[in-house]
């Protein structure tokens, strides 16, 4: 990238971020709640390091990506020491190793294979001083029942948040779920809030809510999410292929 591309993407990056950040404030009094009670948190998967670079300098500390191999190539390229780095596209069992190795949070655990990976991973990284604390992990909750999008059915989500809360390389932060692309953002929330709710009763410590996107993040944070996931809105269109 040249010196006058970088300025321009860089440029670009920071009037959408503020514009953003000022949209996600917005909802946040809209729905009566406390000021920086949501993060933002840039999806930055099929994009370039240098794209991340700039949000770092921005003052961007959290990246969200869906591809371990990216992610991995990334993570190494950048070598950033105070930067969250978090999973949440669906992950693989045979990746868990890889993962464990550089994330900070995985929002896509949906089964107890899944998570039984993910903790043996977790704990072989602890011991081998590849990471300092538990994996974080959310939740995956399902609120379509259709298996090609991920998430456990919620009848079994108890269960399987009693596993991930007794896993040694494990902390359970909370949930996560994407709405059914045919149904109405608002019941889909409301299903998820009550649904966390239901897993704070139990689980007091999985206070996270990532919850909301680019086109539907106002209708999340009215429904208790903590934490939105934005790509497009953030960084436009995709200059790479996710084949």
Known sequence: ?????????????????????????AAVVAAGRPAGSVRL???????PATDVDILYRLGRR????????EASAK???????????????????????????WAHTVHSVDSERLANALDRAAQDALAAGERTAPLRVLLQVSLDA??????????DLPAL????????????????????LDAASDASFANLATLHTSLLAQHAEATELSAGMSGDLEVAVEHG????????????ARPITSA
């Not at 999410?225 to 436009?236: D, F, H, K, N, Y």
């Open 75 to 101: 993570v190494a390229e950048l070598a950033y020491d105070d930067v969250e780095w978090h999973m949440i596209g669906r992950l693989q069992r045979n990746k868990a190793r890889a993962v464990a190795r």
């Open 41 to 47: 948190l840039p999806v930055t998967k099929f994009f």
């Open 146 to 155: 259709d298996p090609g999008r991920g998430g456990v059915a919620p009848a």
């Open 225 to 236: 999410s903590t934490c939105v996931r934005v790509g497009t809105a953030l960084m436009g």
């Open 62 to 69: 959290a990246f969200g990506e869906s591809r371990e191999q």
């Open 1 to 25: 990238m040249t010196p006058t591309d970088s300025a321009t993407r860089t440029a670009e990056l920071s009037a959408r971020l503020d514009g953003l950040l000022a949209r996600i404030d």
């Open 161 to 180: 948040a009693d596993l991930v809360a007794k896993a040694p390389g494990l902390h359970l932060a909370g949930l996560m779920a994407i709405p059914p």
